[in-house]
Structures are given as C-alpha cells and as structure tokens.
C-alpha cells in the first residue's frame, strides 16, 4: 500500500513549514511534503558532506537540507534570477548563507564548467534535461555517492497509469530516456520509487579513471 501525504508528519523547523506553504501559495514548486520527507530519510541515512543541488527555487529544499546535514555544504544552481534572489534571502534569513555556493544560470552549462567530487546530488530541475546532465553527475561523483532525482513519474504519466496530455509527450519521452539511461549504467544500482511525484534512487559504485 502506498501510504498518503497525509500521513507524511514532517519533523522540520516550523519556519521552513511555514515559507513552505507560502510558496506553495505562490506557485512556487517546492518538494512536496512526501519527497522532502523521504529525501532527509535517505541524507540521515547517507550523512553527505558535499551536496550538488540542481533547481533551486526559492531555497527552502536547500535549507532543510543544510539543517539536517550540519557539517555539510551544499552547492545550488537555479536557471530564474527572481527565484534565486529569494532561494539567497531565505538563505540568510535561516543563517546558513556561508554553508552555500549558489549559482545562477543554465545547469548544463555550469556543471560542464565545475569540478570537484560530491556525495550527495538532489536533482529537481527541469526534467527534460536530467539525462543531460547525467554526464558531469557522473564525474562530479564520488564513489558511493547517491543521486536522487525527483518527479521521475510525472503525475502517472512515465508509468503509464495515466494517460498523457498530447502537449506533454516529450517531456515524458525525455524522462523515461533517462530512467532507460540510468538503470540500464552499470556504473549506478537505480530504484524507482512511488514516493511523492516518483524518485528515482541511484548510487553511484563506479570508479574513477
């Protein structure tokens, strides 16, 4: 049985709650409570010191995160400058702004252009690229580090429980070709989760060269 939202009862700070929910208001797309809640389960259980971030929005993921990993530290990237102005706010307002390396701009573009090794990627940007960007995950990963990669079922649609709306077929095709993709590396151990929109799950085991 797949156990409902509702019964999801976050143990987080009341003012990430609280930024949360008027965000939610706004329209703003932050993790629902489900996901967030599976997403600081596996950081407990992962303990990453180095975070890669891709999506932003206004902050609030990146800051649970940062409050449940106290001696990590996390590098964000957000495309909307409006929704990367608010995510620096809220990162100072919850004093965890020197905890932070958050970029501004394209994720392919940035990741081509970093380096360094992280134990710990959040992906939740825009979903059409996530197969895009598997290529620089994969050298930006250090061996054993996990990736977790958000709204994988998109509504239903991935899976084919729901039907899907005629405009939204390439972004499905786009999706299902990075869970084909990254399944199918044998570089990564991949599950695929019903939890929130759908998480897929992938530890990295391969070696550098």
Not at 99 to 108: P, T
Not at 111 to 116: P, Q, T, Y
Not at 162 to 168: M, V, Y
Request: proline residues 2%; hydrophobic residues 45%; contains cysteine.
């Amino acid at each position: 049985m797949k156990y409902t939202a509702s019964l999801v009862k976050l143990n987080i700070d009341e003012r990430i709650t609280a930024r949360r929910k008027a965000a939610l208001d706004r329209g703003i797309p932050v993790a629902d409570d489900e996901t967030l809640q599976f997403l600081l389960v596996t950081l407990e259980a992962v303990k990453p010191v180095r975070i890669l971030e891709i999506g932003t929005a206004v902050g609030l993921s990146s800051v649970a995160m940062l409050y449940a990993c106290e001696n990590a530290r996390l590098t964000t990237i957000e495309l909307e400058e409006d929704r990367y102005l608010e995510a620096k706010q809220n990162f100072a307002d919850f004093g965890v702004s020197e905890r932070v390396n958050a970029h501004l701009g394209d994720a392919g573009e940035i990741l081509a252009m970093m380096d360094g090794e992280f134990d710990f990627v959040f992906l939740d940007g825009p979903k059409a690229q996530y197969e895009k960007y598997l290529f620089d995950l994969k050298r930006l990963m250090k061996k054993g580090a996990v990736l977790f990669a958000d709204d994988v079922l998109l509504y239903g649609w991935v899976s084919g429980e729901e039907p899907t709306p005629q405009k939204r077929h390439s972004i499905v095709d786009k999706i299902r070709s990075y869970l084909e993709t990254v399944t199918a590396d044998k570089d990564f151990i991949t599950s695929v989760l019903n939890v929130g929109d759908g998480v897929a799950l992938s530890v990295y085991k391969g070696d550098k060269q």
